[in-house]
Structure formats: C-alpha cells, structure tokens
C-alpha cells in the first residue's frame, strides 16, 4: 500500500495560525527521530543502536513487541525512516519531506510504503482506509507537536 498526502504549515491567508521557519520545522522532524517517544503514542521507549551524521540505527519498543528501523536525514529536506519487516511486523517506509514552493509557505509532505498488500475486497478496502486515515492523523499529531515545542522553549524537547 502506497499513501501520500500533505499538510500545510504556514499559511499566509490565516492569521490564526502561528508560522514556523523553515529551520523550526527541520529541528522538530530531528526531535521525532531522536526522541519518538514524544510523537508516537504506545511507544514506550527507542534505543539509538548507531548514529552517524546522517543516519540513526534505532529499535523502538512497543509493550513486549520491537520494531527496528534505519532513519536518514538529509539536512532541511527530509527525514526517511525504513522499517525492517519481520514476522510480526509489516515493513515499509515512511518519507517526510519539507517543500516551500515560496517565502510566506511551508508544507510537509508524507508519503508511505508499506508492504500490506494493495486491498482486493471490500473489507481489505475498508482496512486500508482505516489505516490511512490513522496515519493522516498521527502526521496531524506530529505537526502539533512541533509548533507546541517551537512555541515553549521551557518544554522537555523544546526546539532552540
């Protein structure tokens, strides 16, 4: 199953809504892959097995279950995150990619990959519309999340 979808960050239209730079958006997709346990509901805890500049080799805890994943950062562009499939656990990626067509814009695309295969039947259908619907509103989740720790520079996992 392939998903992909947009949110918007900035809108120059609402006033309402607080603008973040682009570096305020960078520096939060870096703070979920560094601490996910502040985005992710049900994780209970990520360990960094390696780390380079551009790569965390991390194992996130679930409960009894344990993901392992491969997350690449390509400065001010995009965080990927590879899932190692297993018996357990359908494998796939997930890519979030800044895109700022202009000066007063800023978006955030998600797009997934994941293995499930593509629905044939109608609770297939219904299933894969749960779990895009579920993804959609965890990304809605993360965005808040973000504002929230560039609006309060006291919070734990506040953005500098």
């Known amino acids: 199953m392939n998903f992909e979808h947009l949110i918007q960050i900035n809108d120059p239209l609402n006033p309402l809504v607080e603008t973040l730079t682009r570096e305020q958006l960078w520096e939060g997709l870096v703070l979920r892959a560094e601490q996910p346990q502040l985005f992710v509901i049900g994780l209970d805890s990520c360990t960094i097995l390696s780390r380079t ?40 990626s997930l890519t979030m990619t800044i895109e700022q067509p202009n000066a007063s814009q800023l978006f955030l695309r998600f797009q997934y990959e994941t293995t499930l295969p593509t629905a044939d039947t109608e609770d297939a259908r219904q299933t894969t519309e749960i779990v895009k619907s579920a993804y959609r509103e965890s990304d809605i989740d993360t965005v808040r999340l973000i504002r929230q720790y560039a609006s309060n520079p006291k919070q734990p996992g506040a953005l500098h």
């Open 53 to 92: 500049d551009l790569t965390l080799e991390r194992e996130l805890h679930y409960g009894s279950a344990t993901v392992r994943d491969r997350v690449t950062l390509t400065p001010n562009e995009s965080v990927r995150y590879d899932i190692l499939p297993t018996q357990a656990h359908v494998g796939g």
